[in-house]
């Protein structure tokens, strides 16, 4: 029976020799993606890896206020404009 420093050693050269082959199998298998991808024009977008991406957008709110003389709104989120100075309720839209 093989001692341990014998088996430790195996593994070694085991492992090793895994490396080595992943290696190869995978020069390999890009080589033959690179191939067909030449072959049939595939781009990186019908492989799914597109570089934009795509973002759900919120919808706007609704207006809560409204500056009568320039016709500016406000969905009251987010930065006051100066519009609306101290006294907000008599720029609230009514409804």
């Known amino acids: 029976m093989a001692t ?15 490396l080595e082959a992943r290696e190869k199998e995978i020069e390999a298998a890009i080589a033959q993606i690179k191939e067909k991808i ?3 024009g595939i781009t990186a977008e019908e492989l799914g890896f ?8 919120k919808a706007a709110l609704p207006a809560k206020y409204l500056n009568p003389k320039t016709g500016q709104t406000w969905s009251g989120r987010g930065r ?3 519009w609306i100075g ?10």
Do not use: C, D, H
């Not at 195996?10 to 492992?15: D, I, R, S, T």
């Not at 597109?50 to 957008?57: G, I, L």
């Not at 101290?86 to 409804?95: A, H, Q, T, Y």
């Open 86 to 95: 101290k006294n907000r309720e008599r720029f609230l839209i009514e409804g």
């Open 80 to 82: 006051v404009p100066a």
């Open 4 to 18: 341990y420093k014998q088996l430790t050693l195996q593994l070694e050269k085991l492992q090793v020799q895994v």
């Open 38 to 40: 030449a072959e049939y």
């Open 50 to 57: 597109s570089s934009k991406r795509p973002t759900a957008r």
